[in-house]
């Protein structure tokens, strides 16, 4: 069974601060997403990445896929209140028809 | 922005009874997919749709689970006899080419009583 751990659960930080968040399996993943999901809503794609090593940049969001394709993390840059919800990881299995392995999510608060 | 909408957004149900849940993928998408989430677990894969037939399925879609794309646009998920542990949130999401990542809609909270 594909498994995919998100650290940490829950994080709650104040206005301006870094934050990682990480996402660790055994199995590697022909790519991975992140998405955030907000109460009562589904999950919205934030990024894609694809290649071993690979960093994105979304604004404040820093994404990076570990080499061997296994892990990844995403850095909040100076967090505000608007980056709190719900943030998923989700990684795309090379067999089959792609179906994804979602994370344990990370639920952030940041406060003013 | 296209994406993807599923109705009814809540649908409560007495166990035992058939729903239909419905989504509208994501127009020229291809690969379609149902997850659910139970409240306070993870997002879980059930089934994966393509080219007019089940790709692949999770353990968790057994034989009470269909799916069907009946006209090309909608995609419905049935479950045929609904018990208390169907309680979850239902999410669809849609695909297009094998490379790229999928979207999701909003979901339908099912409430079995």
């Known amino acids: 069974t594909q498994l995919l751990e998100q650290s940490p659960q829950f994080l709650s930080i104040q206005e301006g601060e870094n934050l990682t968040v990480y996402c660790n399996s055994s199995s590697v993943f022909s790519s991975l997403q992140w998405y955030r999901q907000e109460p009562g809503e589904g999950p919205v794609l934030l990024v894609t990445v694809v290649t071993g090593g690979e960093v994105k940049k979304l604004k404040r969001l820093t994404f990076q896929f570990g080499d061997a394709r296994k892990d990844s993390s995403l850095h909040i840059t100076a967090a505000q209140p608007g980056d709190t919800g719900l943030y998923l990881c989700?990684?795309?299995?090379?067999?089959?028809?792609?179906?994804?392995?979602f994370g344990t999510g990370t639920r952030l608060l940041v406060s003013p | 922005e296209p994406e993807v909408t599923q109705t009814p957004s809540h649908q409560v149900t007495q166990m035992g009874q058939e729903v239909i849940l419905r989504c509208v993928p994501i127009s020229n998408h291809l690969y379609f997919y149902w997850y659910r989430q139970i409240l306070g677990q993870k997002v879980e894969f059930l089934v994966s749709?393509?080219?007019?037939?089940?790709?692949?399925k999770s353990e968790i879609f057994d034989d009470q689970f269909s799916v069907e794309r009946p006209d090309g646009s909608n995609f419905t998920l049935k479950i045929r006899s609904t018990k208390l542990e169907d309680s979850a949130m239902y999410f669809c999401a849609s695909m297009g080419q094998g490379n790229q990542p999928q979207h999701f809609g909003d979901g339908t909270r099912l409430s079995i009583l």
């Open positions: 749709f393509y080219n007019n037939e089940i790709s692949e």
């Open positions: 989700a990684g795309r299995l090379n067999t089959g028809f792609q179906k994804l392995v």
